[in-house]
């Protein structure tokens, strides 16, 4: 796999002009705070209008919308798992967001997609094992499909790009 096709970005998500951006829902999908309340504001009220047809979407799934105001053409909705600890497969339930968000991007032939780090805010999940995640499930999933031509982590704060960049070094 060549190596350009990981990148870091530190930096607010709603403004990229990628694709597609990944959004860390909750299983309403009907907004909330975090980086779900900052894109459905940048998005503007028909992404919720939208987002109400869905029927919600479980942990570890993902379901993909209209950009609506945003730059990017794709939102695509995850639903990351509240950390308890780690003994309640929460690895694996973030790992199955990075893999069903990664599948919708390549069935759409979507060639950018930027993820804000899944379960990492009011989720509680640890910053340094959602990177390992996220980074290896893509790395993974980018080894046999040539679409997402290039996956975006946006890191919101210093600590986070640098966890993201140690891990990428590796
Ligand atoms: N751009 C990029 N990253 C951001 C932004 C932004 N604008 N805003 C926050 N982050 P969180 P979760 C980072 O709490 O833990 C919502 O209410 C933030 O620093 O948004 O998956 C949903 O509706 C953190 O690293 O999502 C759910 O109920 C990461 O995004 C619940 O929160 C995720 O933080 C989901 O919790």
Same mark, same amino acid.
């Given at each position: 796999m060549k190596k350009n096709r990981l990148e870091i970005i530190k930096g607010d998500i709603t403004n990229l002009n990628v694709d597609a951006i990944v959004n860390a829902a909750n299983? #309403?999908?009907?907004g909330g705070g975090g980086v779900d309340g900052a894109i459905h504001k940048a998005a503007g009220p028909e992404l919720m209008e939208e987002c109400e047809k869905l029927n919600g979407c479980s942990m570890g799934d993902a379901k993909i919308t209209g950009g609506h105001s945003?730059?990017? &053409?794709y939102i695509i909705h995850t639903v990351g798992p509240v950390w308890? $600890? $780690?003994? &309640?497969?929460e690895p694996e339930v973030l790992a199955s967001c990075y893999q069903s968000s990664l599948k919708l991007a390549k069935d759409k032939k979507i060639k950018t997609v930027a993820f804000p $780090?899944? #379960?990492?805010?009011?989720? $509680?999940?640890p910053k340094d094992l959602a990177a390992i995640i996220a980074v290896n499930e893509t790395r993974r999933f980018l080894l046999k499909s040539s679409y997402p031509e290039k996956v975006i982590f946006v890191a919101y704060d210093d600590d986070s790009f640098e966890v993201y960049r140690k891990i990428l070094k590796q």
């Open positions: 299983s #309403s999908l009907l945003l730059k990017a &053409k308890h $600890g $780690g003994y &309640k497969d $780090g899944i #379960s990492t805010g009011v989720y $509680g999940f």
